[in-house]
């Protein structure tokens, strides 16, 4: 009895030290953005966040702990986009998840994502055999997540996708291609395997394996 009473009491309190920690938008960091939509939240304890300046987000969106959420390559460097991350109203972004913008990542209203989803608009090259990848990099590319979408658990977002209104991508999926509206999408990379038509979902068959969807 006395172990459960000390357990609800620590539970009780690390809860209120992580939303007393977390970011709002009437904190000092929170309005180091270039918007905080009000009632939204970064849970304490994100792991790395950096020019803020260049972050949109939303009314009502709650972004979890361990989240990565950054513009640009390093702190305090002058993006030539503005915003270079916007993230729209009554979002939910997962635990450990991580949006790297360099360029342009809009993500629209009423997004959802499981945990550790990745989504970034820049990505490295290789074909330089003498320089490191490390080194290397891709231009990057502008992408685009619209309204009320959900991507599952592990979801990996590459440069130059655009996903559709009202998708679905399922669990540890890797987006390298567009997804339409309305569609459901797995695999890696993801290929779309339902899509809504004539007010009714309906099975996609697919012929051509390289195809994303």
């Not at 979408?149 to 291609?177: E, F, M, Q, R």
């Not at 809504?196 to 979902?201: A, I, R």
Request: charged share 20%.
């Amino acid at each position: 009895m006395f172990a459960r009473w000390i357990t609800t009491i620590f539970l009780k309190w690390d809860s209120w030290i992580s939303l007393q920690a977390s970011i709002g938008p009437t904190d000092g960091r929170g309005q180091q953005f270039g918007r905080f939509g009000a009632r939204s939240l970064i849970m304490w304890r994100p792991n790395t966040i950096f020019n803020e300046k260049y972050i949109e987000i939303g009314e009502d969106t709650l972004i979890g702990p361990g989240v990565s959420l950054s513009a640009g390559m390093v702190p305090g460097q002058e993006c030539i986009t503005s915003p270079v991350v916007k993230i729209g109203d009554r979002c939910l972004i997962g635990k450990g998840s991580g949006i790297v913008g360099h360029f342009s990542i809009t993500i629209g209203n009423d997004v959802w994502t499981g945990h550790h989803v990745y989504i970034t608009d820049q990505n490295h090259g290789y074909e330089e055999v003498d320089t490191p990848i490390s080194q290397q990099s891709q231009p990057e590319r502008p992408v685009v997540i619209g309204d009320e979408t959900w991507l599952g658990y592990g979801t990996v977002v590459l440069p130059g996708v655009t996903i559709g209104k009202h998708v679905v991508v399922g669990a540890n999926s890797v987006v390298t291609h567009d997804l339409p509206d309305y569609s459901v999408a797995v695999g890696a990379p993801a290929k779309v395997i339902r899509r809504y038509e004539n007010g009714e979902w309906k099975s996609v068959h697919h012929t051509d394996k390289s195809s994303g969807g």
